[in-house]
Nanobody, 115 residues
Framework: QVQLVESGGGLVQAGESLRLSCAASPRTFSDYRMGWYRQAPGKDREFVASISRNGDYAVYADSVKGRFIISRDNAKSTVYLQMNKMEPEDTATYYC????????WGRGTQVTVSS
């Protein structure tokens, strides 16, 4: 059974950085594209970034492009989200997604950015 566990959330001030991690259980982690999504209170869940199976291609939402970096370590079955120059608008619960049929989601980690 697939399990995704996010960690690394917390409270930071605007301009600071955080790194999120998502540890996945499947032994074939490298077979799957991975993504990060976020959901702010009262808003729909939105795409943040995704990364190809071998990590050589990434896609970002316009709102985080140039500030966030997604990466993965297939040997550790882990995907990361490095968040730099954070803004109050980045405040949300961040979720890890394993792209498959069906998709799998983690339970999320809370990120709060104070101004």
């Amino acid at each position: 059974q697939v399990q995704l566990v996010e960690s690394g959330g917390g409270l930071v001030q605007a301009g600071e950085s955080l790194r999120l991690s998502c540890a996945a259980s499947p032994r074939t982690f490298s077979d799957y594209r991975m993504g990060w999504y976020r959901q702010a209170p009262g808003k729909d869940r939105e795409f943040v970034a995704s990364i190809s199976r071998n990590g050589d291609y990434a896609v970002y939402a316009d709102s985080v492009k140039g500030r966030f970096i997604i990466s993965r370590d297939n040997a550790k079955s882990t995907v990361y989200l490095q968040m730099n120059k954070m803004e109050p608008e980045d405040t949300a619960t961040y979720y890890c997604r394993l792209h498959s049929t069906p998709d799998y989601w983690g339970r999320g980690t809370q990120v709060t950015v104070s101004s």
